[in-house]
């Protein structure tokens, strides 16, 4: 049941919505207390969840983010199946390749080289199988070299960021726990297993959050208290009175600060919306703009009483349409579902987590500043 001061109800479900909403273009503002809703309008976001974590990776190498998004943009030609557009693609991105591997393997730690050097020759092979798909027009399996090719161009992008990256994060949150990196999970429910990626890159104490009370076993066998078609799914509300998660040592409550990152800026924001500082038009690092993007919920009142409770955007395009939307700049994303996306379209409020684990990148975090 909700507790005290929780506003659980679900508009979306009592308004028989679908076709009104899309009308009235609204999307809750995800907070902990009464939704509110506003327009959204129309654009072109990317909506892949590995795209979006590739593109949000911390590095300065313009020449592979070119070959990246060169196959990323890839997507309206096959659709059209204007395959001689494709083969000028597929050509022009093989020429950028051998032009610019010695500029790229020198942006490399030296230690990496080698692994850099083996991952550039199976994306000099995807290029090629590449290249076969277009001669034999075959739709399907262009889309799977494309997605192995990028996935390969995605782990030597990787390469280029220094262990124990990490952004300025300020002082007053040095208590705080901070994830370095990446961090890849399995969530198991009652319906079946997800996997999700959480990004300490661009949401360090929130991502950090995360898999610290992983690590705890805290949202094991917590249930979904919210479920919401089309919009949100929600847990980490502990049993008990409380809301969130006590610290032992302090005894009360850890409160994580509302954290996003804009490309453009300089220092992330804390404890700030892009109302509060008139970024009206930007648009985060980590966007609302799929199915299962991890988000971090804050009350109605404050901007920094986040302390457990996550929620999964259930991104629906009639209703939440690609590009800007509200949740953007008011709620902080940290992550995204990148297996599992039929599960989460089954998990509803009768559902509980069994268990959250962490599989790789438990080392990369550290308790404290």
């Not at 207390?33 to 974590?53: C, E, F, H, M, R």
Request: glycine fraction near 6%; hydrophobic fraction near 40%; aromatic fraction near 8%.
């Amino acid at each position: 049941m909700p507790k005290s001061g929780q506003n659980w109800r679900s508009p979306l479900a009592q308004q028989h919505f679908k076709a009104t909403l899309i009308t009235l273009c609204g999307v809750l503002l995800l907070i902990l207390s009464t939704p509110a809703w506003a327009d959204l309008p129309q654009g072109n976001a990317v909506k892949d969840p590995t795209a979006i974590l590739r593109d949000a990776l911390p590095f300065d190498q313009d020449d592979i983010r070119n070959l990246q998004h060169r196959l990323e943009y890839t997507s309206n030609d096959l659709r059209a199946k204007r395959w001689s557009a494709l083969s000028k693609t597929v050509s022009r991105s093989t020429n950028l390749l051998e032009a610019k591997r010695e500029t790229i393997l020198d942006a490399v730690p030296d230690d990496r080289k080698p692994l850099a050097t083996a991952l550039l020759s199976k994306v000099d092979a995807g290029l090629e199988t590449l290249k076969e798909t277009v001669t034999d027009t075959d739709k399907q399996a262009f889309i799977r070299a494309r997605r192995t090719t990028l996935s390969r161009i995605g782990d030597l992008e990787a390469l280029l960021i220094e262990d124990g990256y990490e952004r300025d994060i300020p002082a007053e949150f040095d208590a705080l726990p901070r994830l370095q990196g990446r961090a890849t999970l399995t969530i198991s429910t009652t319906k079946g297993d997800l996997t999700a990626v959480v990004d300490g890159y661009n949401a360090p104490l929130t991502a950090g959050a995360f898999v610290d009370l992983a690590l705890k076993g805290f949202y094991d066998g917590l249930p979904f208290i919210r479920a919401e078609d089309f919009y949100v799914l929600q847990s980490g509300d502990p049993e008990g009175p409380e809301i969130g998660y006590i610290d032992p040592k302090t005894k009360q409550e850890r409160r994580v600060p509302l954290e996003i990152r804009v490309p453009e800026e300089r220092d992330t924001l804390y404890n700030e919306t892009f109302e509060d500082v008139g970024l009206f038009k930007a648009t985060p690092t980590l966007p609302f703009a799929t199915l299962g993007t991890l988000g971090w919920a804050h009350s109605s009142q404050a901007l920094d009483d986040g302390s457990s409770q996550f929620f999964m955007f259930l991104y629906e395009a009639e209703l939440t349409p690609a590009g800007l939307n509200l949740v953007d700049g008011r709620n902080a994303a940290f992550g995204y579902v990148v297996d599992g996306f039929d599960v989460v379209e089954e998990l509803g409020v009768d559902d509980r987590i069994r268990k959250v684990t962490v599989i790789d990148g438990a080392e990369r975090l550290k308790a404290s500043a």
